[in-house]
């Protein structure tokens, strides 16, 4: 902060920016006015590179508030999170061949659509629950859980299959051998 120019200084007062010291990803809901500060254009794209794989500048420069005559980087934190978990939204695990499906189902295991179908049947909500660790990204995908759960399930290309077994626990059938 010491290095900005005055204009740059003065825009930030003016437009109500809170600096963020700590540059790191969460999905968390984050006022809009908060922003990082990058000493350089290369310091702004390792953030970047450190969260993702891909890194494309035309889709990162989107998060760049402004920049100071000193050549800091001054980035919305809001749109770099946003940034980083579109990019992490792995599609390739979704958009599989019949032959990729088949090869998962010959496993004994589902893709990850049929796991989103799955969790949706049981109404699951696999990352968490809506008012705990879950909550934040409920507010990320405002409240759909459909876009979710496929955003949840990208992560791995395939899953095991739940099932459940029906126990009667009221059942006079003897149901454990104990020995005395």
């Known amino acids: ?23 790191e990803y969460t999905m968390q809901r984050v006022n809009p006015n908060v922003v990082y500060i990058f000493s350089n254009y290369d310091e702004y794209k390792s953030y970047f590179e450190k969260n993702i794989d891909d890194v494309k500048p035309d889709v990162i420069n989107l998060a760049i508030y402004t920049k100071s005559k000193n050549g800091e980087i001054i980035a919305l934190k809001g749109l770099c999170d946003h940034i980083i978990t579109k990019s992490t939204f792995k599609t390739n695990n979704l958009d ?45 995908f405002q409240n759909d859980c459909h876009q979710c759960l496929i955003h949840y399930a990208s992560q791995k290309a395939e899953y095991d299959k739940t099932e459940f077994e029906i126990v009667n626990s009221f059942s006079k059938k003897k149901q454990f051998n104990i020995k005395k």
């Open 1 to 23: 902060m010491k290095n900005l120019d005055l204009r740059t200084m003065m825009f930030l007062f003016i437009t109500g920016a809170t600096i963020e010291k700590k540059k």
């Open 96 to 140: 599989l061949t019949p032959k990729q499906i088949n090869d998962i189902h010959e496993r004994g295991k589902i893709t990850p659509l049929e796991k989103v179908e799955e969790w949706e049947k049981f109404n699951i909500c696999a990352p968490g629950d809506a008012i705990g660790s879950a909550k934040d990204r409920c507010y990320y």
